[in-house]
């Protein structure tokens, strides 16, 4: 990746900021500051948080492009306050909202969203339902939710969480790591990717990058985001797994390459 080292070479420090969601629970997130009027705003994925590698690889890359990015903890993960819960993809998308408002309020709305897995329902959620980001990047986004489950929880899942009301999901020594409820479950069961997917604007540019080699959700999920959203561009990694642990800086260049074409044609407008 070639990166623009001529400018912004004295880079503010990185900076905690804190933003109450509108259940009035504290959201935790690092600005990296470049000075630029651009910011993009970067959301992880399940069970993850802001520290996770590709959140922070990607908010460097960006940095030494010299635009400022904002990576944050959804509720109930990280650093931010509230209690995790499984589902709770509408309820995330208020989280970003909330973000998108303290920096909009600050006189420097947003021009990106990016999300990662979970993250990424969570982006295209929300560029279905607010309308003023014109930038939105899905890295291996899922795209029909009601697939995974019994991957994760067994082919009977339904018939344990109708009799216990909630399955426990354990280390290999026994201790619970997360609980998922009926509730949450049936949460996640209703939000509907294809639908949401369809309100998107038709102005509204849409990145999906997946990798080949996916071991968690199918490459072939991209494809199918592929034929609904209107203003899209599909990017396949080769041999690329979910977390893009051996295709990092590839990552990245087709993020940014993205990212800046889409902020210079927003320059020409």
């Known amino acids: ?60 890359a960006l940095e030494k492009e010299g635009i400022s990015s904002f990576r944050f903890d959804f509720a109930g993960n990280g650093e931010s306050e509230g209690t995790f819960l499984y589902g709770n993809y509408r309820r995330e998308a208020e989280d970003l909202h909330a973000v998108v408002q303290h920096f909009s309020r600050a006189n420097r709305p947003p021009t990106a969203i990016l999300g990662h897995s979970k993250g990424a329902g969570v982006v295209l959620l929300y560029a279905s339902k607010y309308h003023d980001i014109r930038t939105v990047v899905n890295l291996s986004g899922r795209y029909d939710l009601k697939k995974g489950i019994a991957q994760q929880f067994g082919k009977d899942f339904m018939e344990i969480i109708k009799k216990e009301g909630f399955i426990d999901v354990k280390t290999k020594t026994g201790s619970v790591i997360y609980r998922v409820t009926e509730e949450g479950l049936m949460d996640r069961l209703s939000t509907d990717m294809h639908e949401s997917c369809l309100h998107i604007d038709k102005e509204c540019r849409v990145l999906t990058v997946h990798g080949s080699a996916d071991e968690a959700i199918p490459v072939q999920d991209a494809f199918e985001f592929s034929k609904i959203i209107p203003n899209h561009k599909l990017h396949v990694i080769e041999g690329a797994n979910h977390c893009y642990t051996s295709h990092q800086a590839e990552l990245a260049t087709v993020v940014l390459d993205f990212i800046k074409a889409a902020l210079q044609q927003d320059k020409v407008n």
Do not use: D, Y
């Open 1 to 60: 990746m070639v990166f623009n080292c001529c400018q912004h070479m004295t880079l503010v420090p990185q900076q905690k900021i804190v933003i109450r969601n509108k259940h009035g629970e504290k959201l935790v997130g690092i600005l990296h500051e470049t000075g630029s009027a651009e910011i993009v705003i970067l959301c992880h994925g399940f069970r993850a948080s802001k520290e996770e590698t590709t959140m922070v690889n990607l908010a460097v």
